[in-house]
C-alpha cells in the first residue's frame, strides 16, 4: 500500500528555521516525482516545487523559489520542505503528493500544519 | 500562469446529478489531455477522483465520470450521496516547464 506519512504540526516564531518531512513507502520512491503543495487557510491548491528523489533533480513554482528548499533522502525514502526564515504569511498547511504523469498526483500525505505567529 | 476558474460553489439533492465545470486555456486544458480532479472533505488531503480527463484511479466509484471540451473540463457527479459533499479542485498540465495549474475549488453541496 502507497502511503506518504508526514510531520507533524509545528508553531513557530516568525525568522525561526523548519524542516517538515515527508516518508514514502510501498512503492519504489526513487521512480516518481514528489512535490509539495501549500494551502493556505480556507484557500486553494499550490504547486510549491517538485523534486525526483533517485537524482535529486529540483525544480521550484516561481512563486517560491528562493523562499524554500525542497530535498530528498533516498536511503530513508524520504522528501523534505524547509525554510531558511519562516514569515507570518507561511502560516498553512502543506502537502506532500506523488505526482503522476501530467502533473497530477494519485498519493497525497495527510498535510503538515504550519503556523507562524509572534 | 492564471489559476483554472471554477464556480465557487455546486449543489444537487441526493440522487440527482452535479456537473462542475473548469475552464483554462489552449495553453492548458485545451493542450493536453492531462486533467485530474480532487475531492477535499474539510481538514483532510485531497484525494485523486479523475486523472488524464476521463480515467478514474481503482476504488472510485463510477458515479463519477469527467470530460473535456476545448478549453473546459466538467466532472458529473451521478446519484449524488451525502459523502459527496466535499470541496472539488481540478488541475490541468500546462507545459514542461510548468508544474500544472490548479483551479480555485469548487463547494459541492448536497441539499
Known amino acids: 500500500e502507497v502511503q506518504l506519512v508526514q510531520s507533524g504540526a509545528e508553531v513557530k516564531e516568525p525568522g525561526e528555521s523548519l524542516k517538515i518531512s515527508c516518508k514514502a513507502s510501498?512503492?519504489?520512491?526513487?521512480?516518481?516525482?514528489i512535490g509539495w503543495v501549500r494551502q493556505m487557510s480556507g484557500k486553494g491548491l499550490e504547486w510549491m516545487g517538485i523534486i525526483y528523489p533517485a537524482d535529486s533533480d529540483t525544480r521550484y513554482s516561481p512563486s517560491f523559489q528562493g523562499q524554500v528548499t525542497i530535498s530528498a533522502d533516498k536511503s530513508i525514502n524520504t522528501a523534505y520542505l524547509q525554510w531558511s526564515s519562516l514569515k507570518a504569511s507561511d502560516t498553512a498547511m502543506y502537502y506532500c503528493?506523488?505526482?503522476?504523469?501530467?502533473?497530477?498526483?494519485?498519493?497525497w500525505g495527510q498535510g503538515t500544519l504550519i503556523s507562524v505567529s509572534s | 500562469q492564471s489559476a483554472l476558474t471554477q464556480p465557487p460553489s455546486a449543489s444537487g439533492s441526493p440522487g440527482q446529478s452535479v456537473t462542475i465545470s473548469c475552464t483554462g486555456t489552449?495553453?492548458?486544458?485545451?493542450?493536453?489531455?492531462?486533467v485530474s480532479w480532487y475531492q477535499q472533505h474539510p481538514g483532510k488531503a485531497p484525494k485523486l477522483m479523475i486523472y488524464?480527463?476521463?480515467k478514474r484511479p481503482s476504488g472510485v466509484p463510477d458515479r463519477f465520470s469527467a470530460s473535456k471540451s476545448g478549453n473546459t473540463a466538467s466532472l458529473t457527479v451521478s446519484g449524488l450521496q451525502a459523502e459527496d459533499e466535499a470541496d472539488y479542485y481540478c488541475?490541468?498540465?500546462?507545459?514542461?516547464?510548468?508544474?500544472?495549474?490548479f483551479g480555485g475549488g469548487t463547494k459541492l453541496t448536497v441539499l
Open positions: 510501498g512503492y519504489s520512491f526513487t521512480g516518481y516525482w
Open positions: 488541475s490541468s498540465y500546462a507545459g514542461s516547464s510548468n508544474f500544472g495549474i
Open positions: 489552449s495553453s492548458d486544458v485545451g493542450g493536453y489531455n492531462y
Open positions: 488524464e480527463v476521463t
Open positions: 503528493a506523488r505526482r503522476i504523469a501530467g502533473g497530477g498526483a494519485d498519493y
